[in-house]
């Protein structure tokens, strides 16, 4: 072997371990980064034209990574902020409810109905026609609250889609940015680990909110879609937009509104399912119970007689609502507030508390009234005021345990993917100290061969001179 080839040996030698040892330092350097997928150095045989070798090279310095652990943790990752964000939600809708408590609509019906027995018993007492009158009052209000709460749960809901939206399409240009120069690095030859890296952390962010599916192609660029419309390449990104159809709320591409994003898991997945779906239902069951309620006290109101003025009795008063020219009532509920007739508000003495025209002293109505509370009705699924309400706590209550639950077993899943994703792409400062170890004496061992070199190169132009 000549002289110079042993130079050229050796000094290629060098620069491949000097290359191995800056991969091993990198990565010693982003052992605490969690962003950060461990880098391999891949040495390879240098041959000549000849075959014959002619040192070693650097073949690739490739990322371990573990796609199928990267798909399933953004799975679980859409999953657990699904279910953490809708149990969030479901804990301000129980707050509104705010059951079992004084200040819950249950408590408001018992005294309801209470204030009409305590009537039934002394139908005279004008303090007894004003406490029905109150607690009809407090009924009134505690509905009012609780639809006008689901319609601000609503309304915010709305608004955070709108700002999680916003942030997706940041998300979505930034991706698109990394696309392009991780695209162009790998067609250039040029190494892209830094980037992908953070093109990754990227996909697992999108993943938090909003059900994603991607792939790698082979310039190394991340085609991801979002419920099934695509959202970013390395040519271009997508952007999105809320829209409601219907009364459902929608994630529609600008350029297209008739391209709905299908969404099922994520934040926005709980979003625009509790608005649509979740929050509707619970208003409508509280509207059924509230028109229920309402209609059921008119009917027998309507039929029994109020105390005698001017020598007589009067009858056909509701005791919600006003009466119209054609005999029905209306105005009863106006925007979820009941509204207590306007004669038993200015005169207590118009509640109709007997079933006998002109006898003060019955209380027949009022009795029938207060049995109401234990009656089923089949507008209410064959159930009492209070099982019918309790059913739907219940239904809520059972969400909000679901949800609970998924955030535990979704979390538990995660973290164990990501420990194992740690485990496989991390890096193991053990290991990376070994290969320190190794790099240094294999580029010590070929320095001392430029130096064997040199001396022989010594040697013979002594032996020339």
């Known amino acids: 072997m000549g002289i110079g080839r042993l130079f050229d040996i050796s000094v290629r030698s060098m620069a491949a371990y000097q ?14 980064n969690p962003a950060y997928t461990r880098q391999k150095v891949l040495l390879a045989s ?37 279910a953490d964000k809708r149990s969030a939600i479901l804990s301000q809708v129980e707050t509104i409810v705010s059951e079992p408590s004084t200040n819950g609509l249950a408590n408001y019906f018992t005294e309801f109905f209470n204030s009409w027995d ?3 018993t002394n139908p005279n007492s004008i303090p007894l026609r004003l406490n029905v009158i109150q607690k009809a009052q407090g009924v ?23 700002t999680t939206i916003d942030q997706i399409n940041n998300d979505l240009k930034e991706l698109y940015g990394y696309n392009s120069k991780i695209t162009e690095s790998t067609l250039r030859g040029i190494s892209a680990s830094e980037l992908k890296d953070q093109r990754d952390a990227l996909v697992a ?127 009863a509920i106006s925007d979820g507030l009941i509204k207590i007739n306007a004669s038993i508000l200015s005169d207590p003495r118009n509640i109709s508390a007997s079933d006998v025209a002109n006898n003060d002293g019955d209380g027949g109505t009022a009795n029938k009234i207060a049995r109401l509370f234990d009656s089923t009705f089949g507008e209410l699924n ?35 993917l990501k420990n194992e994703n740690s485990s496989y792409s991390a890096v193991s400062l053990d290991e990376e100290m070994t290969n320190v170890l190794k790099y240094q004496r294999s580029y010590d061992a070929a320095s001392k061969m430029v130096k064997v070199a040199d001396e022989m190169m010594q040697t013979v132009l002594n032996m020339v001179s």
């Open 382 to 416: 064959g159930q009492t005021f209070m099982d019918y309400y309790s059913s739907n706590l219940n239904a809520m209550g059972m969400e909000k345990v679901s949800s609970a639950n998924a955030v535990e077993s979704n979390g538990a899943i995660l973290q164990e």
């Open 118 to 120: 305590q009537l039934s």
């Open 205 to 331: 962010k999108l993943s938090e909110s909003v059900n994603l599916s991607y792939r790698i192609n082979d310039t190394g660029a991340a085609i991801v879609t979002i419920g099934g419309v695509q959202a970013a390449d390395q040519y271009g990104y997508n952007q999105f937009e809320v829209k409601i159809v219907n009364g459902k709320m929608q994630m529609v591409s600008t350029d297209d509104t008739q391209a709905a994003a299908v969404i099922n898991s994520g934040e926005l997945f709980a979003i625009t399912d509790l608005y649509s779906n979740k929050i509707p239902q619970y208003k409508s069951s509280f509207e059924n119970l509230q028109n229920t309620f309402v209609n059921k006290v008119n009917e027998l109101h309507r039929g029994g007689n109020s105390l005698v003025q001017g020598g007589t009795s009067a009858t056909n008063i509701p005791f919600f609502g006003e009466l119209s020219i054609d005999g029905s009532v209306s105005g």
């Open 46 to 82: 240098e041959t000549a034209e000849n075959g014959k070798g002619v040192g070693v090279k650097v073949q690739d310095v490739i990322r371990i990574k573990n796609d199928l652990l990267g798909v399933q943790i953004s799975k679980y990752q859409s999953m657990l902020s699904d």
């Open 140 to 162: 009134a209000d505690r509905f009012k609250q609780i639809l006008e709460g689901l319609n601000d749960v609503q309304k915010t809901l709305q608004d955070n889609a709108t």
């Open 19 to 32: 290359q191995a040892l800056d991969v091993t330092s990198n990565n010693i350097s982003n052992a605490s």
